[in-house]
C-alpha cells in the first residue's frame, strides 16, 4: 500500500500522480490497465489497454469507494483505476460568495 505524498507513473503513458489520501485498495492502483509505479521505478513493457484509454486531466483529483484520492500532476492518456473498477472524477466544490 502506499503512504500519503508517494509520487507514482504509469507504466504505459505520461500520467503521474501523487496519493493524497491513501487506502488498502491502492494497493492495485493502475493507469491504462497497468500497475503503477514509484517514479524511476521499473516499467514491465506493457502497453495502454484500450478499455483504460479515456486518459487524465492535470491538477484533478480522482477518488474511490474507499475514500482513497489522487491528485494528477501530468496528463496521460490511460485512465486511473483499482483493479478494473476505474476512478471517478472528483468534483469540486463552489466556494461561498464574500459579497
Known sequence: MYTTGTRL??????????????????????????????????????????????GTALGKRYVDETGAEILVTKAGAGSLSVGDARLRFKESTALPSSD
Open 9 to 54: 507513473e504509469s507504466q504505459v503513458c505520461d500520467t503521474q500522480v501523487i496519493v493524497v489520501r491513501t487506502a488498502e485498495s491502492l494497493a492495485d492502483l493502475r493507469c491504462g490497465g497497468a500497475a503503477m509505479v514509484e517514479i524511476g521505478g521499473e516499467r514491465s513493457g506493457a502497453a495502454l489497454d484500450g478499455r483504460f484509454a479515456e
